[in-house]
């Protein structure tokens, strides 16, 4: 006769949350035992318990948590544990702890007050200064589109989107250039339609330091992607948004144009990719040369 062997507790997730601040931001970073770090630079005048609500969110969306494991999160500062402790007693499967209290906590913490510090120094220190232009291209009667970006410094990037009108490709174009160019750089964005510059500029605060602004726009597709940008906006140094005239020369602006012509025209044609890639740098290198040309 055999028996039924008595099922073990699941054994905990160890986590670690720290909160670093400089010049008014704040950044908090969450790192789990076995390399898994997850960190979000928060804007200007965010409070500890919004912070804290977005590190649980994150916590909570865990392909871990679907089983309800066990969570140790470890805080070291007296304030956010307790905050956290609040939070976490509607959740019974998490339990906070200072990191002196688990073997290995402490080191753990350390990465986590490390990538705070990290990721709060480089939204306040001094930045070089970039320029770069987006764009996007719209096939009439489909909704086959393309995005790029092109900046100064010969960077670029290029993608086949699926759109259902020029505005959407356009932003698209706005929202991988944020998301490619590092957040060390003070960013001068240079587009060519102004519907977007006008949606993209309704995100900012009313004051300095204030909310910023639910999206203005007219599809829900248009809306998911605002959202995006004034994510990554609320990540970095203040951008600049500047209107050119599309198709009048300027060399970045037309450099962006053939690039997300070129990203629609061979997306599903059967372009090798190597041909692809080798005819966008190319792209790429000429305008970057025009702009510099016409800088000296």
């Known amino acids: 006769m055999t028996t039924a062997a008595t099922p073990s507790a699941p054994s905990p997730t160890l986590t670690a949350l720290a909160v670093a601040k400089r010049a008014g931001r704040r950044a908090w970073a969450l790192t789990e035992a076995g390399g898994w770090h997850a960190e979000t630079l928060c804007p200007p005048g965010l409070d500890h318990p919004r912070a804290l609500l977005g590190a649980m969110e994150v916590l909570l969306g865990r392909p871990a948590l679907v089983d309800r494991s066990r969570v140790t999160l470890l805080c070291n500062d007296s304030l956010l544990a307790l905050t956290l402790t609040e939070l976490a007693a509607q959740i019974p499967y998490v339990t906070v702890c200072a990191p002196q209290d688990v073997i290995g906590g402490s080191l753990l913490h350390s990465r986590a007050r490390e990538a705070a510090t990290r990721l709060v120094r480089e939204a306040t220190e001094r930045r070089p200064a970039l320029t770069a232009a987006s764009d996007g291209s719209h096939a009439q009667h489909t909704r086959d589109g393309g995005w790029a970006w092109l900046a100064e410094d010969g960077a670029y990037g290029y993608g086949p989107a699926v759109c259902a009108e020029p505005l959407e ?33 309704g995100l900012r605060p009313e004051r300095p330091g204030g909310p910023w602004r639910t999206p203005s726009s007219r599809s829900a597709r248009v809306h998911g992607t605002l959202l995006a940008i004034r994510q990554e906006l609320t990540l970095r140094p203040p951008v600049t948004l500047r209107w050119v005239r599309g198709h009048d020369g300027h060399p970045l602006n037309e450099g962006a144009d053939r690039l997300a012509l070129h990203a629609r025209r061979t997306a599903g044609a059967g372009v090798p990719p190597a041909t692809a890639r080798a005819t966008a740098a190319a792209i790429a290198a000429e305008a970057v040369a025009q702009w510099q040309e016409s800088a000296a």
């Open 169 to 201: 490709a356009e932003l698209i174009g706005i929202q991988e250039l944020l998301r490619a160019v590092p957040r060390t750089h003070d960013l001068t964005v240079l587009c060519d339609s102004r519907a977007a510059i006008h949606l993209v500029g």
